[in-house]
Structure formats: C-alpha cells, structure tokens
C-alpha cells in the first residue's frame, strides 16, 4: 500500500501565478482533507472533500479551491499567488468524514513564492 | 471553532514515561480528540484518538478527563524516535479538525 501520495514534493511560482497540487489517497479511503503548514506552524485546515464535494472549510479565502475525482484522489487549486501562500501543503485521507477515524497524511508538496 | 493549549516544548529521559497535556476547555460534545506527530519534513502521523474513553494502543495511551476539557498523552518509554512535534487536535463530526502549534518533544539519551 503506497499510502498518501502528493505530487510535485516541490514547486516554486511567481506571485500572481496559479498552482495546481495533487493527491492520492490511501487505498479504501474515500475522504480527503487539505492543510498549508507555515514554517514553525501547525496545519491549518484548508477544505475536505467527500462523495466528490466540499464538505467543510477552513478560513481561507475563495482563491483556494479544490475538486475529488471518482476515484478519490483530490486536486487543490491557488489562484493569485501571493508570497503568504509559501508553505507546506499537506493532504490526509480518511474513510468517512466523522471525526472518529483516523487520518493518513502525505508528506506534503513545498511551494514558494516568489 | 474549538481551540487546544499545549505547552511548546517538553524534556524526557530516554526509556522514562512521558506525560503530554493538552487543554481543550471549549470541547463540544462530539468533537473527537485526536494526537498525531511530526518529525520534520515528514507529514504528521496518527498516534491515537478517543471520544470519552481512555484509550490504548501499541504506540501510546489516551487519558481523557472526565470533564473532557483535558486530555494527556502518555508515552509509556520514551526512545529517541519519539522525538517530535505532537499535535493535540480536536475533530469534529464533519471531519473538521483544528491543529494548535503542538509541542516540540526532546528525548535525552
């Protein structure tokens, strides 16, 4: 079982640009959950997605926006870059998505803005 | 959104228990309490979660107050691979989680 995966493991954009993240969940797992860790941090909860929509949001604005394909995985969208969005990006993946089930996480995708 | 309170950082001697609080006065009744981990440039990692009951499991313990407004958790022999970033977190029904800054975990051999 390869677990989460996140792809690319690191990126580097211009301000104003607009980044696409992925993620694969871990095999039976059917919601998925997006952090942005800054350095020193810990994870703030962006969105999750489950049954292919957004259940729940973090604050964080509209430029931030995501989308689950029928097989689970998850894609996050950054409109407008702005030097402030430079940080870890981390998915997890869960079965459901009540709080009493644990989460995997992936090892996150660098992004910096420059 | 509920919030938690860790102390920023903790000292343990390796092969002794260690004790790690976390305050969560504005719990609401179906909020989970979660603890992961994380060692750096890695993502973090489950450790152990429980609703009202103590919990156990081969990484750790959970002990929740009756209150629920505190929790600790409990490594029962530290060793240096523990050495960490614990995160108390509290999740909701929805599946809505909210990290705090967590506290850094120094194991001294």
């Known amino acids: 079982d390869a677990g989460v995966t996140q792809s690319p493991t690191h990126l580097i954009k211009t301000r104003g640009q607009q980044v696409t993240l992925r993620c694969s969940p871990k095999s039976g797992h059917d919601t998925v959950s997006w952090y942005q860790q800054a350095l020193g941090q810990g994870p703030q909860f962006i969105f999750q997605y489950y049954e292919e929509e957004e259940r729940q949001r973090g604050n964080f604005p509209d430029r931030f926006s995501g989308h689950q394909f029928p097989n689970y995985s998850s894609e996050l969208n950054v409109n407008a870059l702005l030097l402030g969005d430079s940080a870890l990006y981390l998915c997890a993946s869960s079965f459901r998505v009540q709080g009493g089930f644990e989460a995997f996480f992936g090892q996150g995708t660098r992004l910096t803005v420059v | 959104d509920a919030k938690t309170t860790q102390p920023n950082s903790m000292e343990s001697n390796e092969e002794e228990p260690v004790h790690l609080p976390c305050n969560h006065s504005t719990i609401s009744g179906t909020d989970y309490i979660h603890w992961y981990r994380q060692l750096p440039s890695q993502g973090p990692e489950y450790v152990i979660h429980?609703?009202?009951s103590n919990v156990n499991n081969r990484m750790a313990s959970l002990a929740i107050a009756e209150d629920r407004k505190s929790s600790t958790l409990i490594l029962h022999r530290a060793t240096l691979r523990d050495a960490a970033v614990y995160y108390c977190?509290?999740?909701?029904?929805?599946?809505?989680?909210?990290f705090g800054d967590g506290t850094t975990l120094t194991v001294k051999p």
């Open positions: 977190i509290l999740v909701n029904n929805a599946g809505k989680s909210t």
């Open positions: 429980g609703l009202t």
